[in-house]
């Protein structure tokens, strides 16, 4: 846990957010400036500022947290339209907040990026 990190104090209880899920390593809320008509932030529990810093031991973690968002797509009823999941890493990929999270957008077209 991070005193000063946002993600860590929503975990903790300290700042509220709407959880969309919860288990015992992730937690799933909405992103409190949305994007998109659905946009959810997927975040694991434990602090890890970003993606380059994950290592071998978290390749489950990772692999569940985009089983959430697969999950989360159909329960939040865009699995049929699509929808984008999104990793910002570091200053050029837009990260704003250290503490990983993968986006889940949808409802509606997306422009393209890549
Ligand atoms: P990044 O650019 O780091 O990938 O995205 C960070 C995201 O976190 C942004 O979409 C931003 O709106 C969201 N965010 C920042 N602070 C909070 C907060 O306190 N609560 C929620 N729910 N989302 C936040
Ligand atoms: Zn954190």
């Known amino acids: 846990m991070s ?14 957010s709407e959880t ?7 937690l799933a ?14 975040i694991p529990k434990r602090h890890i500022p970003s993606l380059a810093d994950v290592g071998p031991d978290d390749t489950e973690l990772l692999g569940r947290m985009l089983q959430v968002a697969k999950t989360l797509a159909e329960k ?10 999104v990793v910002n890493c570091g200053r050029d990929g837009g990260q704003v907040v250290f503490h990983l999270h993968v986006h ?5 077209l997306l422009g393209r990026l890549a």
């Open 3 to 16: 005193e000063d990190c946002v993600f860590c104090r929503i975990v903790k209880g300290e700042l509220p």
């Open 20 to 26: 969309v899920y919860e288990d015992d390593d992730v």
């Open 29 to 42: 809320f909405r992103d409190i400036n949305p994007q998109a008509p659905v946009h959810v932030l997927i």
């Open 76 to 85: 939040l009823d865009i699995a049929a339209s699509g929808y984008r999941v």
């Open 104 to 108: 889940l957008l949808g409802g509606q």
